[in-house]
């Protein structure tokens, strides 16, 4: 299997952000990118399978979070000489 032959079974399955949607002529698939399963419900082909699993295990990698990463001074983290534990 490669990216081709995965895109040409799968069609428009594939979504803008490389997650699996639903589509009438193959069946029911709901895959988000990062995700570790798939819910799948029809008939599907072993060429149908083998293309959702390969298209997981290229396209899975980290779902985007909604921070943004800074470099942080460690030392900055240390509690101050301040703290006492009942004031927590």
């Known amino acids: 299997m490669d990216k ?10 594939i979504q803008r952000d490389g997650s699996l949607r639903s589509n009438d002529e193959i069946g029911w698939i709901n895959w988000g990118v990062g995700d570790v399963v798939v819910c799948l419900d029809g008939d599907f082909t072993p060429d149908m399978l083998e293309a959702i699993a390969w298209w997981m295990r ?3 990698r980290p779902v985007n979070c ?8 460690p030392s900055s983290l240390a509690l101050s000489e301040e703290y006492d534990d009942e004031d927590a």
Do not use: F, S
């Open 4 to 13: 081709k032959r995965a895109q040409n079974i799968l069609k428009d399955c």
């Open 66 to 73: 909604l921070g943004t990463a800074v470099e942080v001074d």
């Open 58 to 60: 290229q396209e899975r």
